[in-house]
């Protein structure tokens, strides 16, 4: 597991986007696995300015959808599709007709699980993964415990993501109290993973993360027995101010 150090958000946003560019000039049709969240967006506008000045192109990508919330319709605000959507698929020019879903009202969840390992082991893997720490350590809706085998699955969340995700929807309680995550199995496998980590509040998960003991209890500590995994964190979350910190 490689750390890169960024100044701040707005230089983590841009070496993050430069990574998800080579990744992408590699390989144009990558499978790529986005999360939403507020961490990645400011690579998500980076890569739309690249792509107007002609130095990315999106065009021939493979995106999936890493997670979603349960059992709200398509079009309600929470809907995480939605979300992707308005940060980076729009921006970009990417047609929903290419994007891999997890529905978020689908009738029948499992059956939508299945279909997406099925969608993901039918691309090969991941190429890349582009993800952001959750409080609890989770990736995605990978709440803890996840084990490094999970499938993509429905899960209940945790009084943790509850907490982080109402900001985003004007309060707690609008927050829906099922997902269904894409699972650790698929994550874990990824030719090459992101994992983007901003502010003092994710100081102590990301330490957890790179330093504690790696366990399911703290999904993301997974990510060190995985291949090619880059953590870029800027300055606050890492503390430098802090002597007992190791960045
Ligand atoms: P954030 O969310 O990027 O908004 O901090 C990360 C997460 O909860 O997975």
């Not at 080579?22 to 690249?50: C, F, H, Q, S």
């Not at 989770?138 to 009084?159: C, M, Q, Y």
């Amino acid at each position: 597991m490689n750390l890169i150090v960024a100044n701040d958000y707005a230089d983590l946003s841009r070496v993050a986007a430069e990574r998800i560019a080579a990744a992408v000039a590699r390989k144009p049709d990558a499978a790529i696995v986005l999360a939403t969240g507020n961490t990645p967006m400011g690579a998500y506008a980076e890569l739309a300015r690249m792509q107007r000045a002609g130095a990315f192109d999106a065009t021939h990508i493979r995106p999936f959808q890493l997670d979603a919330y349960l059992g709200i319709p398509f079009d309600d605000e929470r809907a995480l599709y939605g979300w992707l959507e308005r940060a980076f698929l729009r921006p970009l020019g990417i047609a929903r007709e290419r994007v891999v879903m997890l529905p978020d009202g689908a009738p029948d969840p499992e059956a939508a699980c299945r279909a997406y390992d099925a969608a993901v082991d039918a691309a090969g893997g991941f190429d890349l993964a582009v993800l952001g720490l959750g409080p609890n350590g989770h990736l995605g809706f990978n709440e803890p415990p996840s084990p490094a085998d999970a499938p993509t699955r429905r899960v209940i969340l945790t009084e943790a993501s509850l907490n982080s995700n109402g900001p985003y929807w004007g309060g707690r309680d609008r927050v829906p109290r099922e997902a269904i995550t894409c699972g650790m199995r698929h994550l874990l496998a990824a030719r090459e993973t992101l994992l983007l980590v901003s502010g003092a509040h994710k100081r102590e998960i990301l330490r957890a993360t790179l330093y504690g003991p790696v366990t399911s209890d703290v999904p993301a500590s997974l990510l060190r027995l995985a291949g090619k995994v880059t953590v870029i964190a800027d300055a606050a979350a890492c503390g430098r101010d802090d002597p007992t910190w190791r960045c």
